[in-house]
């Protein structure tokens, strides 16, 4: 059966080439909102980091109808970080539009993205979004995407893929570019034209792959996914199996059934084939599972999800300062929100160590990761995280393999020597050098992974801002041999206490200072950075010591250089692995792992010889 009434598509792109926005306006022009409503942008952005940063994180659901037909979506992630969000959605559709810029064309994830979904067999539509900003250049674009389409071998019904012009933000699609600019009507027509409607047995017994799960603090976990063939009824009795693990034979009842109506899930009493829907009430639910009748459990296929490729260690805070600012500090607490976080990001993985105040977690990046640890904070929650180190491989005869990345930089030509410089200091191999548009250079790098730990700031700095850069997990590869990561040593607090302008005046002719006046310090805290590559204790909380006599000049004001203040991912990409961040609610601070003067040398000596 062909449910001709539905549609199930995947919005898929290189990050900011507009698919949210893109989402937005299919919301609005299906008639979601109210002609007077007012709607923040990218509405499908709902968590604050996404909106912060102006990334999609997680993959979202939504519907809207077209001439009696339901047009299930899902806006997916274009960051590779978060490329395992977009691999187990693809499962619950029949095609994808893939949106790519007008004046960038088609980009590293925009490879990545489509090469997943070519892999599927999925029908695509192509969206050249952005035609109305300066310098775009759709009718090159569109020859670009063709010669990527046949590079990743897309069959002859892909490479007769339709195109489509659009501008997001303005609200109109056009199936050429010489057409009247009115509405998104073109894109929908093209929708229900190229994107086969989803197929299966209604009188079949009952499969329902479980894509994506969705965690709420009333019902607990929801799982999402399509209904593949048969019927799911509310209080249906119904088998939880998994492809992946043969022993999972769970007996469970359907408790609550969703499915999605623009950005609100739709209590429903049965969901029939092609609809895809949302199940609570199991809260062993999984990513992955099969939701099967207890008299044909067969699961579906489910492909493996790509492996993390680097981890760190989250550890109890135990710092002079622990417990002050946090809400959950002990290792009980950051051991359950670690733990709960597998429940819905399925590229992460949590283990526990030897010591009880330490967990290991590992992931797809360093974005990744300091999402995780910027979510934990603004919970409430208090801990201290070590370095992110690169997950090794063994090869053959038990050599290292290591992970790999395919970088991409899109740089003004002026700054190419740079970032070639510092590149092939951190092992990076130059595999091609193209002129780009508009007075840039396309440089393409095959590099270790860990050999762009710490380089993101280096490459803004080095590029006065201008720089774009894209990497790809590239496989792993025999060890490439050590990287220095940093050329500068640290100034550490000599004693506990708070910092005063005199001290900080006497020790910023050293280096560059992270700290202001007031800030709370404790002995072993970093507090700058040393122009040196040996670290040295400072004492910034001396105060001048008085006299009887005072000279004229005495008394004037002390003039401070401005601290250089640290995101959290400048600060998780700075500290060396013999230092900890500590993150607390309303502070960042980097810290020695031993505190102690005294053992910290004693370690140093112990590590030379």
């Known amino acids: 059966m062909v449910r001709e009434d539905i549609r199930n598509i995947a919005i898929i792109a290189h990050v900011d080439h507009g ?40 993959s979202k659901n939504t519907a809207v109808f077209y001439k009696n037909t339901k047009i299930n979506i899902i806006d997916t992630p274009g960051h590779a970080d978060f490329g395992g969000e977009v691999e187990r959605v693809l499962k619950m559709v029949n095609g994808v539009v893939l949106v790519v810029d007008a004046f960038e064309g088609p980009m590293p994830q925009t490879r990545f993205v489509l090469q997943k979904a070519l892999a599927l067999d999925l029908s695509v539509v192509v969206c050249i979004n952005k035609v109305d900003r300066d310098g775009a250049r759709p009718e090159e674009v569109v020859d670009e995407v063709l010669e990527l389409l046949m590079d990743l071998d897309a069959n002859d019904k892909q490479l007769d893929c339709p195109f489509v012009y659009a501008s ?50 009333y019902v607990g976990r929801i799982g999402v996914g399509k209904v593949d063939n048969g019927s799911l009824k509310v209080n249906q009795e119904v088998l939880l199996v998994n492809h992946h693990d ?42 992955g599972d099969t939701i099967c009748s207890p008299e044909n459990p067969v699961p579906i296929p489910f492909q493996k999800i790509s492996e993390p490729t680097i981890s760190m260690n ?3 805070n135990d710092s002079p300062f622990a417990g002050q600012e946090g809400k959950y500090v002990t290792s009980r607490h950051i ?59 063994t090869g053959p005869q038990g050599r290292p393999l290591e992970p790999m990345e395919r970088v991409y930089v899109d740089v003004p030509d002026e700054f190419a020597g740079a970032v070639i410089e510092k590149l092939s200091i951190r092992k990076g191999e130059l595999q091609s050098m193209n002129p780009g548009q508009g007075g840039t250079t396309r440089l393409e790098f095959s590099i270790p992974s860990r050999g762009l730990i710490g380089y993101r700031d280096e490459f803004l700095t080095d590029t006065k ?16 041999g050590e990287i220095q990561y ?22 910023q002719d050293r280096g560059i200072m992270f700290i202001r006046p007031g800030d709370k310090v404790y002995s072993g805290m970093v507090v700058g950075q040393n122009a040196k590559t040996d670290d040295i204790e400072v004492n910034v909380c001396k105060t001048k010591h008085l006299t009887n006599t005072r000279s004229s000049g005495a008394d004037e004001a002390l ?43 004693r370690e140093m000596i112990r590590r030379k010889s």
């Open 314 to 316: 989250v550890l109890v």
């Open 486 to 507: 940093r050329t500068t040593g640290s100034l550490i607090a000599y004693e506990t206490g708070v910092a005063v302008a005199y001290g900080i005046f006497n020790a």
């Open 465 to 480: 801002g201008n720089g774009v850069m894209n990497q790809l997990f590239d496989g792993y590869a025999l060890y490439k």
């Open 19 to 58: 698919k949210t926005t893109l989402v937005d306006e299919l919301l609005k022009q299906s008639g979601v909102f109210r002609e007077n409503q007012e709607v923040m942008e990218r509405v499908m952005d709902s968590n604050d980091i996404e909106r912060e940063r102006g990334i999609t994180i997680l």
């Open 559 to 601: 003039k401070l250089v401005p601290p250089k203040e640290m995101s959290l991912e400048q600060a998780m990409e700075y500290i060396g692995t013999d230092e900890l961040l500590e993150v607390t609610p309303k502070t960042l601070r980097i810290r020695k792992r031993i505190l102690d003067p005294t053992k910290r040398k």
């Open 335 to 393: 051991r359950d929100r670690l733990f709960r976080e597998l429940n819905t990001d399925v590229s992460l993985r949590v283990e526990e160590t030897d010591s009880a105040d330490c967990f290991k977690v590992s992931g797809r990046g360093e974005l990744h990761l300091s999402v995780l640890i910027e979510n934990m904070r603004r919970e409430g929650y208090e801990f201290a995280v070590s370095k992110a180190e690169v997950i090794y491989k």
């Open 246 to 287: 043969p022993s999972k034979r769970q007996k469970v009842k359907i408790s609550k059934l969703y499915e999605f109506d623009g950005l609100n899930k739709v209590d429903v009493r049965e969901a029939n084939v092609g609809a895809i829907v949302a199940i609570s009430g199991i809260p062993d639910i999984r990513i």
């Open 168 to 217: 997001a933000k303005a609200g109109w699609a056009a199936r050429e570019l010489d057409e009247p600019r009115k509405n998104m009507v073109p894109l929908f027509e093209t929708i229900l034209e190229s994107i086969p409607a989803p197929e299966g047995d209604p009188d079949a017994d009952t499969q329902v792959l479980i894509s994506t799960i969705d965690y709420n603090e």
